[in-house]
């Protein structure tokens, strides 16, 4: 069965400074890969997609994501964060089978941005 | 436009009542989806609609039924709920790309059971 692992429950960066949230998966092939941020009490918005083709894909609001097959991971990073980006962030994966719907999440991780 | 809208945003009912979400889409995709998302949990995914038919349903009681009119639209009816079924509701739909399916999702709605 695939899994999605989100070592890190809680991050706090200050803002201005990098950040690189990880995300590993466990799958018997390279499954299609999901990064989605989400508000308190909102829904979630797709930040960046992976299905194949160059490793590092470039999403939405200055986030980048970096595939690699070796270490099964698909981190995503972003070089300098904003108050803004305080939210959930849920990586995300779905096997690479024509017409399969279902996705399984990672459990998220909570960024704080401090001053 | 990867717009999905949802009403009510709020819904507040007793374990007697009877009450319906809905959700709405018009970029023509064809898969719609309901979750349930409890506080600090990943969404849990519930219904699966393709083309109008249902296609996955992940064992939900049947206090909560969906129902799809068309291929825009997404209900899910609610009744005799409990207590512990108070959660985000969110609705998603998808396109195909690439061969695979990319979810985006409505802004969800709070639920509250009394």
């Known amino acids: 069965a695939q899994s999605v692992t989100q070592p890190d429950i809680h991050i706090t960066v200050s803002e201005g400074a990098s950040l690189e949230l990880r995300c590993n998966y466990s799958?018997?092939?390279?499954?299609?890969l999901f990064w989605y941020v989400q508000s308190p009490g909102q829904g979630l918005q797709l930040l960046q997609k992976?299905?194949?083709?160059?490793?590092l894909v470039q999403g939405i609001k200055g986030f980048e994501a970096e595939f690699k097959r070796s270490q099964s991971s698909f981190n995503l990073r972003k070089p300098s964060v904003h108050w803004s980006d305080a939210a959930e962030y849920f990586c995300a994966v779905a096997p690479p089978d024509f017409g399969n719907e279902k996705l399984t999440f990672g459990t998220g991780t909570r960024l704080t941005i401090i001053p | 436009d990867t717009e999905v809208t949802q009403t009510p945003k709020h819904l507040v009912m007793g374990m007697t009542n009877k009450k319906s979400l809905k959700c709405e889409q018009h970029?023509?995709?064809?898969?719609m989806y309901w979750y349930k998302q409890k506080a600090k949990k990943p969404p849990e995914l519930m219904f699966v609609y393709s083309y109008e038919k249902l296609s996955i349903n992940e064992s939900v009681p049947s206090r909560f039924s969906p129902e799809c009119p068309n291929s825009s639209l997404l209900n899910l009816h609610l009744h005799a709920l409990q207590p512990e079924d108070s959660a985000l509701y969110l609705c998603?739909?998808?396109?195909?790309?690439?061969?695979?399916?990319?979810?985006?999702f409505g802004p969800g709605t709070r639920l509250l059971v009394l």
């Open positions: 970029m023509g995709h064809r898969a």
């Open positions: 998603a739909s998808s396109q195909r790309d690439r061969g695979q399916e990319t979810q985006y």
């Open positions: 992976y299905f194949s083709g160059d490793t």
């Open positions: 799958y018997g092939a390279t499954p299609y």
